[in-house]
């Protein structure tokens, strides 16, 4: 989802279910994805990626769809954990260009 | 060390003071950038160097901003006459090259900037 002002869209799930993070991105010509997570205090952290030659790649516990159509990414987290409570981040490139473009985030809360 | 690594973690300065924020890269990464983010947004890119270069600067939000890279290793951002809207967390990552098609970039904890 997209945030509006300074308020991040929040996801709360209870320990155990599965999230889902949803991102809209921008670009059409974008064809690189990534998903980051960041702890409160710390730097984002490389969670997995995607190309645009691809519609759905697995890691551990987590899998990112790309729909490339209408332009959204969704990252799945399996038997969500207290430990997977952060704000998470997709960004988006473009072709050999540098420039990481990044949404405004969502904030995952694990209920124990 | 493993990461990126970047000092000081914390930087309280008063309203027109120089600051200046270090950035080391993971070893053999020759990509290193820099980004901005202030309280609950996203990150706002600023710079980027491939080698000691930074081809591009249109980022950085005004002339009080600089930055360099020396020996294709450690790099310096430096704010000048720092004011209160500069307060933000400063972000550096770097990548094993420019990324682009499947380069991700893997950041460092940030300078937490405050100006007073």
């Known amino acids: 989802g997209e945030s509006v002002g300074l308020h991040l869209p929040t996801l709360s799930v209870q320990e155990g279910d599965n999230s889902i993070i949803n991102c809209a991105y921008s670009n059409s010509a974008s064809d690189y994805f990534i998903w980051y997570k960041q702890e409160s205090g710390k730097g984002p952290q490389f969670i997995i990626d995607i190309r645009s030659n691809m519609d759905k790649r697995q890691g551990q516990r987590v899998t990112v769809l790309l729909n490339k159509t209408v332009k959204h990414l969704s990252l799945q987290i399996a038997a969500t954990q207290p430990g997977d409570s952060a704000v998470y981040f997709c960004?988006?490139?473009?072709?050999?260009?540098?420039?990481?473009?990044f949404g405004k985030g969502t904030l995952l809360t694990v209920n124990p | 060390g493993a990461g990126v690594s970047q000092s000081p973690s914390n930087k309280v300065t008063e309203k027109g003071k120089d600051v200046e924020l270090r950035c080391d890269p993971i070893s053999g990464h020759t990509a290193l950038y820099w980004y901005r983010q202030s309280l609950g947004q996203g990150l706002e890119f600023l710079i980027y160097?491939?080698?000691?270069?930074?081809?591009?600067k249109s980022g950085l939000p005004s002339d009080r901003f600089s930055a360099e890279r020396t020996g294709g290793s450690v790099s310096t951002l430096t704010i000048q006459r720092t004011q209160q809207e500069d307060s933000a967390v400063y972000l550096c990552?770097?990548?094993?090259?420019?990324?682009?098609?499947?380069?991700?970039?893997?950041f460092g904890d940030g300078t937490r900037l405050s100006i007073l």
């Open positions: 990552a770097s990548s094993p090259r420019l990324s682009g098609g499947n380069q991700p970039q893997h």
């Open positions: 160097f491939q080698g000691n270069s930074a081809p591009d």
């Open positions: 960004a988006e490139n473009i072709g050999s260009n540098y420039k990481l473009t």
